[in-house]
């Protein structure tokens, strides 16, 4: 049952600490999301990915964040210096293409 | 961007109920697809439904792109079909193809 993976589960981290979060694509999607989950905002996509290459990054704050992804099979989404304000739930999504999005279970992150 | 508005916001059913969930949209897509979130926070995708009709099991969905609008039906609820159900959508080729808008959600409580 190929499933889209992420690690940590949850993070608890203090202010001004770095954060990375990983996401393990299923083998063979060729598309990688990441997406910002809050209560105000709703789900909101920070990034995603093409063959590797990123093509929308529109979402993100560029002076604190940035997504990689060094092979095929991982990417990673980092956030340095981490504020309270990115206290939320970021998921990661793997497909072919523009066809159906399939979701991790999710980096829960809180920032004291 | 596309604006995506769902209804009802919240919806409370007995179990065996039938229900309909809404989603509108204002500019054309080529890419439509309807999410379940249940309360463990893991987000399953149900349909991937740009436009027609697709049934699975006690669930189907219809879209008519051409008013810009999908409903979700859900049939013979049952507890385990609580939570929160997205609608998703995107437009675009290139660079944003698969690039997905989602809506707010439609919180479902099906009670005993």
């Known amino acids: 049952d190929a499933r889209v993976t992420q690690t940590p589960r949850h993070k608890v981290t203090e202010m001004g600490q770095e954060v990375t979060m990983r996401c393990q694509p299923i083998?063979?999607?060729?598309?990688v999301f990441w997406y910002r989950q809050t209560m105000m905002q709703g789900l909101e996509l920070l990034a995603y990915?093409?063959?590797?290459?990123?093509?929308?990054d529109s979402g993100m704050p560029k002076d604190r964040f940035s997504a990689e992804m060094p092979d095929a099979t991982l990417a990673t989404l980092k956030i340095q210096p981490s504020e309270p304000r990115d206290s939320a739930v970021y998921f990661c999504?793997?497909?072919?293409?523009?066809?159906?999005?399939?979701f991790g279970p999710g980096t829960r992150l809180t920032v004291l | 961007g596309i604006q995506v508005e769902q209804s009802p916001p919240d919806l409370i059913l007995q179990e065996g109920a039938n229900s309909t969930l809404r989603c509108n949209f204002s500019?054309?897509?080529?890419?439509l697809q309807w999410f379940h979130q249940n309360p463990w926070g893991q987000l399953i995708n149900l349909f991937y439904?740009?436009?027609g009709t697709k049934q699975n099991g006690r669930l189907s969905a219809t879209t008519v792109a051409t008013e810009r609008y999908s409903l979700l039906y859900i049939s013979s609820s049952q507890t385990t079909d609580s939570g929160v159900y997205f609608c998703?959508?995107?437009?675009?080729?290139?660079?944003?193809?698969?690039?997905?808008?989602f809506g707010q959600g439609t919180i479902l409580t099906v009670h005993p």
């Open positions: 439904i740009p436009s």
């Open positions: 998703a959508v995107g437009k675009g080729g290139g660079t944003s193809y698969g690039k997905l808008t």
């Open positions: 500019d054309s897509v080529n890419n």
């Open positions: 999504a793997s497909g072919l293409g523009g066809g159906t999005q399939y």
């Open positions: 990915f093409r063959n590797r290459a990123p093509l929308d």
């Open positions: 083998l063979g999607h060729n598309t």
